[in-house]
């Protein structure tokens, strides 16, 4: 069974950076890789960064590119997503999940296992 759980959610202040994490235990043999999304308030989820647990090529979403960067330590089963100059619309539930899918994908229903998610909130 796999386990996902992120981490490192909090206030922060506009302009400001934060890493999240995100641990996944027992992922299988046919595990591809990670994709973190998120969800605003009253807002569907959205697909923010992906990354395989092979190699370290990434995919993000036209907004998030140039601002966050997502990577992994695969020795911790652990990936990460660091957010920069963080904006008021950044505010959201972020989640991270797991992926068999072998083509980059950035469908909620691609993904398999999801965390519970963490709170980030930009706000002066």
């Known amino acids: 069974q796999v386990d996902v759980v992120e981490s490192g959610g909090r206030v922060v202040q506009p302009g400001d950076s934060l890493k999240l994490s995100c641990v996944v235990s027992g992922r299988s043999e046919s595990s591809i890789g990670v994709g973190w999304f998120r969800q605003r308030p009253a807002k569907e989820r959205e697909f923010v960064a992906a990354?395989?647990?092979?190699?370290?090529?990434?995919y993000y979403s036209r907004g998030a590119r140039g601002r966050f960067t997502i990577s992994h330590d695969r020795d911790k089963d652990t990936v990460y997503l660091e957010m920069n100059a963080l904006k008021p619309e950044d505010t959201a539930v972020y989640y991270c999940?797991?992926?068999?899918?072998?083509?980059?994908?950035?469908?909620?229903?691609?993904?398999?296992?999801w965390g519970q998610g963490t709170q980030v909130t930009v706000s002066s």
């Open positions: 999940a797991t992926t068999e899918k072998e083509l980059w994908s950035s469908l909620p229903s691609d993904y398999d296992s």
């Open positions: 990354i395989r647990w092979s190699g370290s090529s990434a």
